[in-house]
């Protein structure tokens, strides 16, 4: 898993501000470029046009998929499937990536989510990143994640799943809107957050030191922290993951978040992860397995009792 976690990281050494030097160009450039600084799509050469395929990481159940959002983009995807799933209740991962590079680029992550840990594994590029149209910003990827989500749920084959959340960086920031957006809904079974600001006006001061007394101009605001406060459904488990020497988003504003997060929350660490080698600490995706098996799977079997349903086997948690 090493190597295949290497390969990730050559694609990915790019800060979640394309370079802090910019700010010194003045308040009009973070006003006027803030949306080229903050999703740098083009990041790494040529990001938008050569996408890994699931091929070239010898994953063999996977699916390129291209679907319509209603502002009129279209979205890539590649959905991964388990050889022989290994959670014997289907999980569908939403994934939601940072702001550099595209979805091929985090193939090796769903590769074990996928192989290792026996989920279905939707990865969704937002809009002008890899293979989708469009340009990216707040209300456009805002977009993008409910037209993911919608579409998973009404995909004939995973629909029947359970749906979790997963995102890293930005992406965490698209999974706390989503889950505020959609937490009535009572098809969220679970959330994972890894390495999670809580706003990018509050990140600006140590991304871009030069720009914190400007930062009020920054309108991509994604206010990680003001939508956790406002989730109401107590039952959807909360997984946060904290590389502890991230050296992009400060590990104190993940622990803030998770303080403020009103639902049941599990907290794990990463003494030696950074911002983009948190994934590949030990112990990572045992956090997520047990995530999955104990909050997951076991939590919704004990609310579908509660409930009185009678098409749930109380045996069947793992295979």
């Not at 063999?60 to 890539?76: M, N, Y």
């Not at 091929?104 to 002008?128: A, D, N």
């Not at 992860?273 to 004990?302: C, M, P």
């Amino acid at each position: 898993m090493s190597n295949i976690l290497g390969t990730m990281f050559s694609y990915l050494r790019i800060p979640l501000f394309a370079s802090s030097g910019l700010a010194a160009l003045g308040s009009s450039l973070l006003y006027f470029k803030q949306n080229d600084i903050i999703y740098p799509a083009n990041l790494p050469a040529g990001a938008r046009t050569n996408v890994p395929t699931p091929e070239q990481f010898n994953i063999t159940q996977a699916e390129s998929i291209k679907f319509p959002t209603p502002d009129g983009e279209t979205l890539h995807a590649y959905l991964l499937r388990p050889p022989t799933p290994s959670l014997r209740k289907n999980i569908t991962l939403v994934t939601f990536h940072g702001n550099a590079g595209n979805v091929g680029h985090r193939l090796p992550i769903g590769k074990v989510l996928s192989e290792s840990l026996g989920c279905h594994v939707f990865m969704v590029e937002y809009r002008g990143y890899g293979l989708s149209t469009g340009s990216p910003d707040e209300n456009g990827l805002s977009i993008d994640g409910q037209t993911a989500l919608d579409y998973v749920r009404n995909h004939q084959e995973l629909r029947k799943t359970q749906i979790v959340l997963y995102g890293q960086s930005l992406g965490g920031a698209l999974v706390v809107k989503l889950l505020q957006t959609n937490e009535q809904a009572g098809d969220i079974a679970g959330v994972i957050l890894e390495n999670t600001f809580l706003s990018i006006r509050k990140l600006i001061p140590s991304v871009m030191p030069p720009a914190k007394y400007i930062a009020y101009l920054c309108h991509q605001r994604w206010n990680s922290e003001e939508l956790m406060a406002k989730v109401t459904d107590k039952g959807i488990p909360i997984l946060f993951l904290s590389g502890r020497k991230d050296e992009i988003v400060p590990p104190s504003m993940m622990k803030t978040l998770y303080e403020t997060c009103p639902t049941k929350k599990i907290w794990k660490e990463f003494p030696n992860g950074d911002h983009n080698s948190t994934v590949a600490e030990a112990g990572y995706f045992d956090a997520i397995w047990e995530f999955l098996v104990q909050e997951v799977l076991k939590g919704r079997r004990k609310e579908n009792f509660k409930r009185g349903d009678t098409d749930v086997d109380r045996d069947e948690l793992w295979s």
